[in-house]
């Protein structure tokens, strides 16, 4: 399929129509694979066929599922596991040992900070956390101990940029990997292998679903470390389901239109939230005046639909104006065709000390939208009524 443009891909690669003849992908809904012979099973167990063994690590909708996020993100090989967090562990239960260093943006999202500090630590593996932007920190932090180097980018909710190939190049003068989580981007519309990264995380549940009706997160790299990951899954067991699976295909095909439209949604709420005399600050990559806008624009190919904001009158004031909204649905999640709302301090980085908070500049006032696919009048409308709240 490399003749082929992304969309398409998104929509054909790896298909194979079982003799059944279906012109949609197939649910492989089986949990182990009957072979014709007990020499056959033992070759397949052993590794000397290929072939399906189990679906905790082999199942054929999953596999497709890999094969196509693979060829959407430029990377070799993936797997995929039964959420973004589930992604994270086999991430650092695979790489890493006693003794290890991991060099972590203070901005990443808050589930991966408190399994950072309270589950890799309690192994012996030293945790660092720099400013995301600060690459004289970077620098600073990695030594030949660290085994990999973690960020978000876009990150989620501030929207800070990280230059993946500047990261990249100090890491890997230091024989360290670079991890990239760009669930904010997707592969729609950023690809950091082809910038230096390693190895890129996802959440598959937020814009790849699109539709908040799964779980689901994947780990994209060279064959030889997805076949790294591959053996802890095989032992661990934290995959993906083939339902899952199935529903994450159906949000690949589609998912390059929406994050296009999500990324006009939001530039438009984006403009409309600065101009705003009750609001003191929008950060959003696709406004001039974000501190990241120039290398949100060479690294990307869209800003995505995500944003956030932050009025004055801490937790009571954003809380008024999240209360006041009606199109909206407050919930923690995002990328969902819905708009979402929520209140980072009290929900996605609520676990967070006030110590890590303030670091990662999570304020009592500041909201997160995940700008849907309604019609943006109609959420303007509802942005606009919400801070009427506080006059």
Request: aromatic share 8%.
């Amino acid at each position: 399929m490399s003749d082929y443009k992304d969309t398409t891909n998104a929509i054909h690669v790896g298909i194979r129509q079982t003799q059944e003849q279906e012109n949609s992908e197939a649910i492989f809904m089986t949990s182990s694979f009957a072979y014709s012979s007990a020499e056959e099973a033992a070759g397949k167990f052993s590794g000397e066929e290929d072939g399906n063994i189990y679906s905790r690590f082999t199942n054929p909708t999953v596999a497709l599922f890999e094969k196509r996020l693979a060829a959407l993100e430029k990377g070799e090989a993936s797997i995929a596991t039964s959420s973004g967090m589930a992604a994270l562990m086999t991430l650092a239960y695979s790489l890493l040992s006693a003794g290890d260093r991991v060099v972590c943006s203070r901005n990443i999202f808050g589930s991966t900070v408190k399994f950072f500090n309270t589950y890799t630590t309690k192994f012996g593996v030293e945790v660092i956390y720099v400013d995301a932007t600060d690459y004289a920190a970077w620098e600073a932090a990695i030594n030949e101990k660290t085994r990999f180097c973690y960020f978000e980018t876009p990150s989620n909710p501030l929207y800070e940029v990280v230059d993946v190939a500047r990261v990249s190049a100090l890491a890997h003068a230091k024989g360290a990997l670079l991890c990239v989580d760009t669930v904010l981007a997707t592969p729609a519309l950023q690809n950091p292998l082809t910038q230096g990264a390693d190895i890129v995380m996802q959440s598959a549940t937020k814009f790849i679903d699109g539709q908040g009706r799964c779980l689901g997160g994947a780990l994209i790299a060279s064959q030889e470390i997805v076949d790294v990951f591959t053996a802890f899954m095989r032992s661990a067991g934290p995959c993906m389901s083939p339902f899952n699976a199935w529903v994450l295909l159906n949000g690949l095909e589609t998912l390059s239109l929406r994050m296009t439209a999500h990324s006009l949604n939001a530039l438009k709420l984006a403009e409309y939230l600065e101009a705003h005399s009750k609001v003191l600050k929008v950060n959003y990559g696709g406004l001039p005046s974000h501190k990241y806008h120039e290398l949100a624009k060479q690294q990307q190919k869209d800003f995505g639909g995500l944003l956030s904001f932050e009025v004055e009158g801490g937790r009571e004031a954003a809380w008024r104006v999240i209360n006041g909204t009606k199109l909206m649905s407050i919930t923690g999640n995002l990328g969902d065709t819905k708009t979402l709302v929520t209140h980072p301090a009290t929900t996605t980085h609520g676990r967070l000390t006030d110590e890590e908070k303030a670091k990662a500049g999570i304020t009592e006032g500041l909201i997160r939208v995940s700008v849907g696919l309604e019609d943006i009048d109609d959420i303007i409308a509802d942005i606009d009524f919400a801070l009427a709240q506080l006059s």
